[in-house]
């Protein structure tokens, strides 16, 4: 039998003499990443972020509509001109040079006074409405990178001599959702009255006076629009009387606004303006807005 031990000394395995010898591996170390390279990670994604934001608004309006071509802004030119009052409308009315914005600005004469008491005037408006100052500016005929094209007509005078006049401005807007903000200005219409009243009334000294004096006073009251043609168009009425002295001039201001044409129609009176005659004159600057509209897929 093969004895348990041996009286010689046991010898040690060369394998565990070698790793006697050889210094265990280094740990691993779990690297751990720097709070700056993170930091430095979320800025980069920022910046290429900001750039591609950059991008999009160089080459897309707001409402997600690409820049019009040469063409295409010629069309809205065109458009523009053939929406607003035309001589077939009034036949036999005698037209004068018109202002240059709408209705609703009642500057008759430009000037650094009457520029620095609009802006006043239209920052006050908005606060009122509850609405951005850059959307009252644009629905009144002001500068914006939204809009494609401007026309104001001249103004129309009565024959007859019974003091009526008519006139509008219209412009033509990248895609429908600057029209649809633009709108929203006039939408409530006992709002917008109220609101806009301070804003006539400060306005008065630079409107076009009587011939008796220049205008002191002003009210303005919601209008009633019948007849419109579909219910794709957005049409609202205010009557703005203003007053100097015995003399009184009312404006019957009509807004037509649909898919990207917005119309603003002024019709002035010294007591109001003939139901039939205004009624004709608003139904055909409504056709012509609702014929531009885009076919209904």
């Not at 210094?23 to 990670?41: E, K």
């Not at 009243?197 to 009587?210: C, D, F, N, V």
Request: include cysteine.
């Amino acid at each position: 039998m093969v004895g348990a031990g041996s009286s010689g000394s046991t010898g040690t395995p060369a394998e565990e003499e070698r790793d006697r010898l050889t210094p265990p591996p280094p740990p691993v170390r779990h690297r751990r990443v720097s709070g700056r390279i993170v930091i430095l990670l979320v800025v980069i994604l920022l910046v290429i972020g900001a750039a591609g934001g950059w991008y999009y608004e160089r080459h897309h309006s707001k409402s997600g509509h690409a820049a019009p071509t040469p063409v295409q802004l010629q069309g809205d030119v065109a458009l523009a001109a053939h929406v607003g009052v035309q001589a077939s409308d009034l036949p036999g009315w005698k037209t004068t040079p018109g202002s240059s914005n709408s209705a609703l600005v009642s500057v008759a004469v430009p000037s650094a006074a009457a520029t620095a008491a609009q802006r006043t005037a239209t920052a006050t408006l908005a606060q009122c409405l509850k609405v951005p100052t850059a959307e009252v500016t644009r629905a009144f005929g002001g500068p914006s990178p939204a809009r494609t094209a401007v026309a104001t007509t001249p103004v129309y005078g009565d024959p007859g001599g019974a003091g009526l006049s008519v006139s509008s401005a219209v412009a033509v807007m990248r895609g429908p959702t600057s029209e649809h903000a633009d709108f929203n200005v006039f939408s409530a219409a006992a709002a917008f009255a109220t609101c806009y009243k301070p804003y006539a009334q400060a306005m008065l000294p630079y409107a076009a006076g009587s011939a008796a004096a220049t205008f002191t006073s002003v009210t303005v009251q919601p209008a009633t629009v019948t007849g419109v043609p579909t219910s794709r168009l957005h049409v609202q009425a205010f009557d703005v009387a203003r007053t100097a002295g015995k003399a009184t001039v009312v404006t019957a201001v009509v807004v037509i606004f649909g898919g990207r044409a917005q119309a603003i129609v002024a019709m002035a009176s010294p007591s109001g303006f003939p139901a039939t005659t205004g009624s004709s004159l608003i139904s055909a600057v409504e056709g012509r807005v609702a014929a531009s509209l885009p076919k209904k897929k």
